[in-house]
Nanobody, 123 residues
Framework: QVQLEESGGGLVQAGGSLRLSCVHSGRTFSSYAISWFRQVPGKEREYVASISWSGGITYYEESVKGRFTISRDNTKNSVYLQMNNLKPEDTAVYYC????????????????WGQGTQVTVSS
């Protein structure tokens, strides 16, 4: 069983930074690719970024390239999303998800999800 828990969300002004964390409590974390998605009320969940099980391959949604960085530390069962130069349109609930293949952009490609962490960017 894989259980994921996100943290690090909060309220920040436009141009500011936040670092989200996704922690897994099981023993098989390092075998999964991890992605971040985000969702605003009334809209579908949107793909943000992915990282392979080794950390050697990363993908980003176009609107966050150059601003967000995904990384992982398998010794700590953790994946991070460093978000810089935040914009009001980045406001959403952010979720991490575990799947077998890196870079998948649809929800049905993921087996496990966290409960989400709210990110609010004020203008």
């Amino acid at each position: 069983q894989v259980q994921l828990e996100e943290s690090g969300g909060g309220l920040v002004q436009a141009g500011g930074s936040l670092r989200l964390s996704c922690v897994h409590s099981g023993r098989t974390f390092s075998s999964y690719a991890i992605s971040w998605f985000r969702q605003v009320p009334g809209k579908e969940r949107e793909y943000v970024a992915s990282i392979s099980w080794s950390g050697g391959i990363t993908y980003y949604e176009e609107s966050v390239k150059g601003r967000f960085t995904i990384s992982r530390d398998n010794t700590k069962n953790s994946v991070y999303l460093q978000m810089n130069n935040l914009k009001p349109e980045d406001t959403a609930v952010y979720y991490c998800a575990a799947g077998s293949r890196v870079g998948r952009r649809t929800e049905d490609a993921y087996d496990y999800w966290g409960q989400g962490t709210q990110v609010t960017v004020s203008s």
